[in-house]
């Protein structure tokens, strides 16, 4: 076996039972990049970064995600649609078929940790059969410097070959693609598919899996940043659409990240070393920094060059929408590092209501901002999806449902204590629709939208007065610098309060519905969260 690069001294992949025909260890960017280029995986950009393609599969594939069902999982997991079991004696049958496939190949090996707090990193050992893929891992997760590298001993490892298909009738999957995660092995198996995003989310839902438990760190699918002068930190909670990633690129604030947190008793801190962003109608004037930061080093998946040209074009939607870009946490120019920030004192929860009917900046109560972290609410509107027609509402709970392995209400209660362990606001803020649903109404201003996350940084939104909601009872603010007072009541903006109530009505019992699956292991403080439709307008 030939071994290229730095190796481990310790724990080597003979010593995982593993022999493959070539490993290259620890490569550097400039080194996959070469490789991917030479094996034809990719092409250079004007740009200077990798474009890659992940072939059938431009997204995670979440029916067939697999957690083994065991002694230390079987009474553990959240088990049902989200989290899948799959048998030892499958995991194991998967896992020798990858190792025999592995025997005259080549890979690339990558030594990382998956946590920027010391205390509870995860030590990963990460082998691919694409050189870009370990590029990905470079970018995405944290880099040892090198000196650690000699003497790296993983506790958790990844197997990525997409090139494996399993055979569903024999080996326990729904199709020939899968990630399955074992926990009791510590190790990932993902065959069949190239979305390079599975290996990160499936780190992520170990780390959701052990943190809560075994640390009592509340995990999070959150941005997250920091004061320049103050070092203040603030979290943002938010499903695709709701302006997560460009409210929290706060150019008068450090980033600590995109996209993964843990809050322990002492900070926040980032899980990952890079960003996976969006990168659809992609463009300079609207986000600088992303943009900026697509270059040498940085991977870019599933676009189009335009015609002529090595310039990506990023409004292309050829292959898929889901274009994105992978880039080291430092090409972030106001990125900090390490990446961890204190205990957050203001935490939002953004939603882009269609309805009409949440205000643009609401104040929870402790009970209020559990349900709604179980709840996990934003609407899809006509035109994002074939047969969308009328706005929906979309629950995720815990703004992360594919990655939670245990039950929703487990990291909501521990949000709850930590709100009042640390005196902590939590902020509902509605980027969506205002005097009207999608349709009638309009958009709520970017502008404004700034204004009142930047009022309750500040402070200002501690000294204003407050009303309280009619039906989902949380507390408006009266005032905000730089908002006019009518759009902060929603009521306000619509021209018929009959109109108003029906439809504010019909959105919170759908809250109601949707919360039914939670009820069995809610406490009464979360179940004291949920909204009271106001009969009186029914």
């Known amino acids: 076996m030939t071994e290229l690069g730095v190796k481990s001294k310790t724990n080597d992949l003979q010593g995982l039972g593993i022999s493959v025909k070539e490993a290259h260890w620890n490569l550097t960017k400039t080194e996959l990049i070469e490789e991917a280029v030479k094996n034809r995986e990719g092409h250079l950009t004007s740009s200077g970064a ?24 079987a009474n553990t997991v959240w088990w049902g649609d989200i989290n899948k079991p799959i048998s030892t004696e499958h995991f ?45 891992c470079y970018n995405m997760f944290l880099r040892p410097e090198t000196y650690k590298l000699e003497d790296f001993d993983p506790n958790f490892t990844i ?12 080996d326990g999957t729904r199709q020939k693609n899968f990630a399955a995660i074992n926990l009791s092995k510590k190790m990932i198996l993902i065959g069949g598919t190239a979305y390079s995003g599975e290996m990160k989310k499936g780190i992520f839902s170990v780390l959701n899996y052990l943190l809560p438990q075994e640390e009592s760190v509340l995990s999070m699918h959150c941005s997250a940043n920091m004061g320049i002068e103050e070092h203040d930190t603030a979290i943002f909670f938010g499903l695709s659409g709701t302006g997560k990633t460009t409210l929290s690129a706060d150019p008068n604030r450090l980033l600590i990240g995109d996209d993964e947190h843990g809050w322990t008793e002492k900070n926040v801190f980032n899980f990952e070393g890079g960003c996976y962003a969006k990168v659809i109608d992609l ?14 080093g940085a991977i870019i998946e599933n676009t189009r060059f335009l015609p002529g040209t090595r310039e990506i074009d990023y409004h292309n939607t050829e292959v898929t929408e889901n274009t994105r870009a992978s880039y080291p946490l430092f090409h972030i120019r106001n ?20 309805f009409g009917v949440i205000p643009p900046i ?9 349900y709604h972290f179980i709840s996990g609410y934003t609407s ?16 995720s709970a815990c703004f992360g449902a594919p990655f939670l392995p245990l039950h929703p209400t487990k990291y909501a209660e521990m949000l709850g204590q930590k709100m009042q362990e ?15 649903p999608y349709g009638v109404g309009e958009r709520i201003s970017l502008k404004y939208t700034r204004a009142m996350i930047t009022a309750a940084l500040t402070g200002v939104m501690d000294n204003v007065g407050y009303r309280t909601h009619s039906i989902f009872g949380a507390e408006i603010p009266l005032t905000c610098p730089g908002v006019p007072g009518e759009i902060l009541s929603p009521r306000e903006t619509w021209k018929d309060d009959k109109a108003f109530y029906a439809k504010a009505n019909d959105l919170a019992q759908r809250f109601i519905d949707n919360f039914k699956k939670f009820e069995e292991f809610a406490n009464r403080e979360i179940m004291s969260g949920a909204p009271k439709p106001n009969l009186k307008y029914t």
Not at 342 to 350: A, T
Not at 362 to 370: D, E, I, K, P, V
Not at 380 to 395: H, L, R, Y
Request: net charge negative.
């Open 362 to 370: 609401q104040r929870l109560s402790t009970s209020q901002a559990m």
């Open 335 to 354: 990125a900090i590092e390490p990446s961890v920030g204190g205990v957050p004192k203001n935490i939002f929860f953004l939603t882009c209501d269609a």
């Open 422 to 436: 640390h005196d902590a606001n939590i902020w509902l803020i509605n980027t969506g629709w205002t005097g009207g």
């Open 283 to 296: 463009a300079e004037e609207k986000e600088p920094d992303i943009f900026n930061a697509i270059k040498y």
């Open 380 to 395: 899809k509107v006509a035109g994002t999806e074939a047969g969308v027609t009328d706005p929906e509402p979309v629950f």
């Open 50 to 73: 990798l474009m890659c393609d992940t072939g059938k599969f431009t997204g995670r594939s979440p029916k067939d995600r697999f957690i083994v069902k065991d002694d230390k999982t």
């Open 159 to 170: 197997i990525c070959i997409p090139e494996f298909e399993a055979d569903p009738s024999v």
């Open 92 to 136: 194991d049958l998967l896992l020798n078929k990858m190792l025999g496939y592995l025997q005259d190949k080549k890979v690339y090996v990558r030594d990382a940790f998956a946590g920027a707090d010391k205390t509870y990193r995860l030590r990963l050992r990460v082998i691919n059969t694409l050189a870009w893929h370990n590029l990905f």
